[in-house]
C-alpha cells in the first residue's frame, strides 16, 4: 500500500509569514507524530496524535506551532509568523498504534525561511 | 541537554568488513532502542529495535547490543555493503512515553 505522503516537498517563505504542511498517514494507522529536523540535528519531536485522544504538544517549540488531524487521518503543521529558525525539514511519521510499533516517516518538507 | 548522543558524524569502512556505529544515553528511563537509516531526500527507515530486558538482537547483517549499565549501545553492520551507505540515527523511549528522542546520526560510507 502506499506509504506516508507529505506536502509540499519543498517550502520557500518570508519571514513572518504563515505556513502549512501536509501530512498523509498509511491507512489504519492511528497514531501519527511530527518531528523537525535542522541542520546538523538529530529528530526533535514536536507532537504526536493517538485516535480520538487529545494530543500531546510537549514538543512544540512555541505558540507559533500548532497541528491538528481530522477525521483520525490527514493531519496539518501551522507554524504562524515563521521566524528563520523555523527552517528545517519537517518530518511526519505513522505507526499502527504505539510506540513500539514502527514508525513510517514519509520524505519530509523542506522549509525555507527568508 | 542531549540525552541520546552519537559521537560519532562520520564512519567510513570497507565493503565486506564489519560496520560499528555506537550510540550512549543519559537517561536510565529509556527502556526501548532503535535504529533508524536514511537516504537523502527521504525518510528515516526502521531498521532494527531492542528492548531494555534483552542485550542483544539480531536480524539479517544487522545486530544491536544494549549495555544499560553503560547506558551504550551499538549496532554492527557485517558483512557491509555500499548500499549500506546512509545516515544512521539512534533513538529512545521512555516506558509509557510515545516519544522517540534522536541523536544526531552517524553518516556511514561503504567503500567499494
Known amino acids: 500500500g502506499a506509504g506516508v505522503s507529505q506536502s509540499p516537498s519543498n517550502k520557500v517563505t518570508e519571514k513572518g509569514k504563515d505556513v502549512e504542511l501536509r501530512c498523509d498517514p498509511i491507512?489504519?494507522?492511528?497514531?501519527l507524530y511530527w518531528y523537525r529536523q535542522s541542520l546538523g540535528q538529530g529528530l526533535e519531536f514536536l507532537i504526536y496524535f493517538q485516535g480520538n485522544s487529545a494530543p500531546d504538544k510537549s514538543g512544540l517549540p512555541s505558540d507559533r506551532f500548532s497541528a491538528e488531524r481530522t477525521g483520525g487521518s490527514v493531519s496539518t503543521l501551522t507554524i504562524q509568523r515563521t521566524q528563520q529558525e523555523d527552517s528545517a525539514v519537517y518530518l511526519c511519521a505513522s505507526s499502527f498504534f504505539m510506540v513500539t510499533d514502527t514508525q513510517y516517516f514519509g520524505p519530509g518538507t523542506r522549509l525555507t525561511v527568508l | 541537554d542531549q540525552q541520546v548522543k552519537q559521537n560519532s558524524p562520520s564512519l567510513s569502512v570497507q565493503e565486506g568488513r564489519i560496520s560499528i556505529l555506537n550510540c550512549d544515553y543519559t537517561n536510565s528511563m529509556f527502556d526501548y532502542f532503535l535504529w533508524y537509516k536514511k537516504y537523502p531526500a527521504e525518510g528515516p527507515t526502521f531498521l532494527i529495535s531492542?528492548?531494555?530486558?534483552?542485550d542483544k538482537n539480531e536480524d539479517g547483517r544487522f545486530t544491536v547490543f544494549l549495555n544499560k549499565s553503560a547506558k551504550h549501545l551499538s549496532l554492527h553492520i557485517v558483512p557491509s555493503q555500499p548500499g549500506d551507505s546512509a545516515v544512521y540515527f539512534c533513538a529512545a523511549s521512555e516506558g509509557g512515553s510515545e516519544k522517540l528522542v534522536f541523536g544526531k546520526g552517524t553518516k556511514l560510507t561503504v567503500n567499494p
Open positions: 491507512s489504519g494507522h492511528t497514531a
Open positions: 531492542i528492548s531494555s530486558i534483552k
